[in-house]
């Protein structure tokens, strides 16, 4: 898409290491809902979750219509008509796949997304073959397990699942798999909401963007994703005559940035907590220490209390719920080794809560400039969306389900610091809910990394999970 590349990364690092420096440990492992023999509804989900991660659909060298076109196939095999499995795009090799099973039409219906692209993977940095599907060790390894073929191959096979069992729902069940959400110019969501909207038109969305925490071998929460933080990039470019390098000057390109971005990096943006991080502190506050404890339940209430936050943002996951940040991600300056430096320059990159606006941040990181020699410049133009209501229907049916599941495990609503392609989809005023029920270790997150992967068991248990929450939010 047009923005930036790699932002679901922060979303899964968002919900998997968001209490990694304040988890209280467990009594012992979990042993699961997964069991030893695979029913068919379960070989059908590893077989389409192989067929997936063996095929490209990087950027560089792959095509999202190839994987798009395969779970067409396999759709029409399963008795879906003709009409109701479309493969379309903007271009021949970034297809995406819109797919229906019909409802009584007594409920509008509801959209099942997940990106068929994935962020690009060389064998080379791989212990294993990131394009060839392994299972070794209780997980299932290759490029796209974490993010975010898991959920795409699990939306088909439950698919197939109700069109077999017969199942008759009271509205429509849309599946959208799409194409570069993880980067490039032809976003398959933003491209269907322009081109095909009523295609994908629902009274809300079921997204990646929100996962379990799994904290020392126990599972301890399940996040739904309802808000995200603005992606917004910045570039800082100061310019000097420069000269001869056995000749310096005082005004030196190359240090004045330095001063402008230790400036920027002694800076705090305001704490400002969303109703959704508010809840989130409220409802983690129990399984945490005393003293951490008593610092969620200060910040949660009006006015928030400046100490408690000034401690919790100790913690750089707590801190980017806090708080707008902006950090300098990329410098580069000079021109020759014997010259003085005509120009220096830095990218800032900033992600900015929900309410806030990009204006606001430009103002500030000008007013922390103060120079108007230096040109301060956006990069990106930043989307914002508004958080997504906090919708009783599915927080009680997401807790009831995972009761059933997994006793104990806390759900929650959370904003993640990064994006997804729910913001299109809540802008366009879809409400979206990021919501997998696959759980995964804080300390070993992979997705966009080398040797990618996703245990076996959470897999499955995602698999039954999303079939027993896309039941209970479409029957009577």
């Known amino acids: ?12 690092v968002a919900v998997s290491v968001i209490v990694v420096l304040i988890a209280t440990g467990p ?19 590893r077989d389409l979750f192989r067929q997936l991660i063996e095929i490209d659909t990087t950027h560089s060298t792959g095509d999202t219509s190839v994987a798009a076109n395969a779970m067409a196939d396999r759709l029409l095999s399963a008795g879906f008509a003709a009409e109701d499995v479309r493969v379309l795009g903007e271009i021949p090799n970034r297809g995406n796949l819109v797919a229906r099973l019909h409802g ?16 690009e993977a ?12 392994l299972e070794r060790d209780g997980y299932f390894y290759g490029r796209g397990t974490a993010d975010d073929k898991a959920q795409a191959a699990i939306w088909i096979a439950n698919l197939i699942r109700m069109k077999k069992d017969g199942y008759a729902p009271n509205r429509d069940i849309i599946v959208a798999l799409t194409a570069d959400e993880e980067g ?3 976003n398959g969501v933003a491209w269907l909401l322009g081109n095909h909207r009523d295609l994908i038109e629902a009274e809300y969305v079921l997204n990646e963007g929100g996962r379990g925490a799994i904290i020392d071998g126990k599972k301890v929460f399940n ?7 603005i992606y917004q990039s910045f570039r800082i470019d100061v310019r000097n005559r420069g000269g001869h390098s056995s000749l310096p000057v005082p005004e030196n390109a190359i240090y004045t940035l330095a001063q402008v971005l230790l400036n920027i990096a002694a800076y705090e943006f305001p704490v400002n907590l969303s109703e959704d991080t508010k809840i989130f502190f409220e409802k983690m506050a129990p399984t945490q220490t005393t003293a951490i404890a008593s610092d969620m339940l200060a910040v949660s209430r009006s006015p928030t209390d400046p100490d408690a936050a000034a401690r919790l943002a100790k913690n750089p996951a707590l801190n980017a719920m806090l708080r ?26 900033c992600r900015i809560l929900p309410g806030e606006s990009s204006e606001m941040v430009q103002a500030a990181l000008a007013e922390l400039i103060a120079n108007e020699k230096i040109q301060l410049t956006s990069i990106w133009d930043g989307v914002a969306s508004n958080p997504s209501p906090l919708l009783p229907e599915i927080f009680e049916s997401v807790e009831n389900i995972s009761a059933r599941i997994w006793p104990g495990v806390i759900v929650t609503p959370i904003m993640i610091p990064g994006a997804t392609d729910g913001l299109y989809l809540r802008n366009a005023g879809i409400p979206t809910y990021g919501v997998t029920g696959m759980f995964f270790d804080i300390n070993d997150t992979r997705a966009h990394g080398m040797d990618e992967r996703i245990l076996v068991q959470s897999f499955f248990e995602g698999q039954e999970f999303l079939y027993q929450l896309v039941s209970e939010l479409s029957s009577e």
């Open 122 to 133: 060389e064998k080379t940095d791989w212990s294993v073959d990131p394009f060839e599907f």
């Open 324 to 349: 707008t940040t902006c950090v300098a991600t990329g410098l580069s300056g000079g021109h020759a080794e014997n010259a003085l430096p005509q120009l220096a320059s830095a990218v800032i990159n």
């Open 27 to 45: 009594e012992k492992p979990d042993k699961g809902l997964f069991p030893g023999d695979l029913d068919e509804n379960q070989l059908l989900a």
């Open 184 to 186: 490039g110019d032809n």
């Open 1 to 12: 898409m047009k923005r930036q590349t790699g932002l679901l990364f922060t979303a899964i």
């Open 104 to 119: 009584d039409g007594s409920r509008e219906p509801i959209l099942l997304l997940a990106h068929l692209d994935v962020v």
């Open 223 to 229: 996040a739904v994703q309802v808000s995200e933080k």
